[in-house]
């Protein structure tokens, strides 16, 4: 088992930066793709990041290409997603997960989940 726990979200103001952390305990990531999804408000859950284990293959959603780095510590057991030029549109629930298959955009792919740190992006 893998637990993740998200830390970092907040209130922030467009244009500005907030930077979310996830901490892995249980296993090792090492062989674990990691990613990183949004909720907001009656919609669906949307991918929003994905990196390999070992951090050579990376893919963005469109709407966060430039703007968002996803990074991760394979010796800290940590993933982080560095968020720039935040938009009211980036308001939601983060998540962070982890998926055996490797670096993928498909939610059913992930096996653990962590419960969600909240991002909210005033104009």
Known sequence: QVQLV?????LGQAGGS???SCAA?????DNYGMGWFRQAPEKEREFVATISPGGGL????????GRFTISRDNAKNMVYLQMNNLKPEDTA???????QIGATR???????W???TQVTVSS
């Open 6 to 10: 998200e830390s970092g979200g907040r």
């Open 18 to 20: 907030l930077r979310l």
């Open 25 to 29: 305990s249980g296993r090792s990531l």
């Open 58 to 65: 990376i893919y963005y959603v469109d709407s966060v290409k």
């Open 93 to 99: 629930i983060y998540y962070c997960a982890a998926s």
């Open 106 to 112: 498909l939610v059913r792919q992930y096996a653990y």
């Open 114 to 116: 962590g419960q969600g």
